[in-house]
């Protein structure tokens, strides 16, 4: 398989939880009709596979075992030859013979026309220098990340070999009073330290930030952690009071509204992205300490400019953390690259199963467009038709009959587009949370609706990710941003925390039928699909 080519799987609906077993290491579930379910295969699905600890044996037995057909023994082949190439390319850092200057990064190869081939490339060739011998050429150190973005794109994805500086040492221990880190929070740990770079793949609730904690204390080094707004970074600081033997004095919030630089210092994007006369001030601060460890919470959100600045640190462990590795802008290839492979993936179906996450009812309610409605949408230019769909009166009473039905237990109503947030908080006499609540306003809300003060909470995107709202059981999506997959995944983590009686949550997402809010709808379920979640569908008269 070439580098940009993809492979679709095919398998019978009988076989599907066995076959989404099997196969989720390393395929993206494509379709979920009814009988049939179809997987996408790629390159970089497989190298994720193969740096996560699977060989090309399995895989080739899942896709013999599972697939509808019988698959042609060259299309084998040709997924172990992909898969064989991780690896064929290594980074290693070597000592520098009867010099005192230390040590050189060298990209080495065991198979020779595979390096003669990549020194051919116009855009590698720049990235590396002597020619050591016929098995390996010097690299800079400072294009460590740029080569092996370019190898990647080219087909020979380099196993990052070369390991890290240790940063500035810092004491860190998991305060574990009562507590211990879960099985599989221990399996997340020690597979990241053993690559020393790489993603964590969880499911929201299961525990993300208690394996940044383990990784932290594993590194007893200076640590900088990067986040999604500064609601998220006041929680980290809270979890890593309670749960580590940090103090609140060698924690700092590098945000908006402070600039404080500490041992363990949380910054957010949007500051670290912020442009003045054309330049990024704040991304002096990766230069601020010797860092030893960088945590990318909600890595499949990093922006474009954290990228960049993570080419240049290719020599610290870097922790990606994400409830999944889709991005909506196709740039897996740099997490990949630039963060690391995958180093553990927990399926959420196995975590639900061993009781660490609620169960969860899924259910898409279908709504008609009355016929005034329907015409303006048919008659509508295609780029307002997700707008008109979305915010459908329709939907309306369909909120309130659910908020109705849920009456006492804590639900969230979620959605895209303010004006019709705020007409569903006024129906239902609910707080609404947008993107222009202050952050102190957040933080109160969100307090209220832990402690039951409120049972109701209207959000827009902005409670999409890293809010840890451990009471809520209930999710009502009105609205969404077009097909986002992730975006499904995240808003159906917000209900999934375990419940003190053992409840199974419920995820409603309301839809207008025959409309592309319908077409959107089914795009976005494709990750949960995935992991086992099945939507029942139910016409809204019939709730």
């Known amino acids: 398989m070439q580098s940009d080519k993809t492979l679709l799987l095919e ?23 009814e009988h049939v379910h179809t997987y996408r295969i790629t390159p970089l699905g497989l190298w994720n596979a193969r740096a996560a600890g699977h060989d090309a044996e399995q895989v080739v037995d899942a896709l013999m075992t599972h697939s509808r057909y019988a698959v042609p023994n060259a299309l084998l082949v040709d997924v172990a030859d992909t898969m064989d190439r991780y690896g064929r390319l290594t980074l290693e850092k070597e000592g520098l013979p009867d010099s005192a200057e230390g040590t050189r990064l060298v990209l080495r190869t065991t198979d020779r026309p595979v390096l003669e081939e990549v020194l051919r490339h116009k855009k590698i060739k720049p990235l590396t220098g002597e020619r050591l011998d016929d098995l390996a050429v010097v690299v800079h150190p400072s294009e460590r990340g740029t080569l092996k973005q370019e190898l990647l794109k080219i087909g020979w994805p380099a196993e990052d070999l070369a390991g890290y500086v240790d940063g500035e040492a ?55 952690i990067l986040v999604t707004n500064t609601v998220s970074a006041r929680q980290w600081k809270d979890e890593l009071i309670k749960r580590t033997t940090l103090t609140e004095d060698e924690i700092g919030e590098y945000s908006g509204a402070r600039k404080e630089i500490r041992p363990v210092t949380i910054a957010t994007y949007q500051v670290l992205t912020t442009k003045r006369k054309g330049a990024y001030a704040h991304l002096d601060l990766l230069d601020a300490r010797d860092w030893g460890l960088v945590v990318y919470d909600e890595v499949h959100l990093l922006p474009a400019p954290i990228f960049r600045m993570t080419a240049d640190l290719q020599a610290r462990r870097r922790l990606g953390l994400t409830a999944t590795l889709v991005r909506e802008d196709g740039r897996e290839a740099d997490v990949f690259s630039l963060i690391g492979p995958k180093r553990f993936d927990a399926p959420w179906k196995d975590i639900e199963a061993q009781g660490y996450i609620a169960p969860a009812d899924c259910v898409e309610v279908r709504v008609s467009l009355p016929d005034g409605q329907r015409m303006a949408y048919a008659v509508s230019e295609p780029e307002e038709r997700y707008r008109l769909a979305s915010c459908s009166d329709a939907k309306l009473p369909v909120v309130e009959k659910l908020a109705k039905q849920h009456a006492g237990e804590p639900t969230l109503v979620i959605g895209q587009y303010l004006d019709q947030l705020h007409e569903v908080a006024e129906r239902l006499g609910a707080e609404v949370i947008t993107g222009e609540t202050t952050v102190k306003e957040r933080q109160r809300l969100y307090d209220a609706f832990r402690t039951g003060e409120i049972t109701t909470l209207v959000v827009s995107k902005v409670a999409n990710f890293s809010i840890d709202l451990p009471e809520a059981s209930v999710a009502i999506q009105i609205s969404g941003t077009f097909g986002s997959r992730q975006e499904e995944a995240q808003r159906l983590g917000r209900v999934l925390r375990p419940k003190g009686d053992g409840r199974t949550a419920h995820f409603y997402t309301i839809v207008s039928r025959d409309t592309v809010d319908a077409d959107f709808a089914a795009h976005r379920q494709r990750f949960l699909a995935e992991q086992g979640y099945a939507y029942r569908i139910v016409d809204a008269d019939d709730l």
């Not at 019978?12 to 979920?32: G, K, S, T, V, Y």
């Not at 330290?193 to 964590?200: A, C, E, M, Q, Y």
Request: charged share 15%; with cysteine; net charge negative.
């Open 11 to 33: 398998v019978d609906h009988p076989n599907a939880e066995a076959a989404r077993r099997a196969i989720a290491p390393f395929a993206e579930l494509e379709r979920a009709p």
């Open 170 to 224: 810092h004491p860190i221990e998991l305060q574990q009073d009562g507590w211990h880190l879960r099985p599989y929070q221990q399996h997340a740990v020690d597979g990241f330290w053993h690559g020393g770079s790489g993603v964590v793949v969880l499911p929201c609730g299961a525990g993300k930030t208690l394996v940044g904690a383990g990784a932290m204390a594993a590194a007893k080094a200076t640590t900088l």
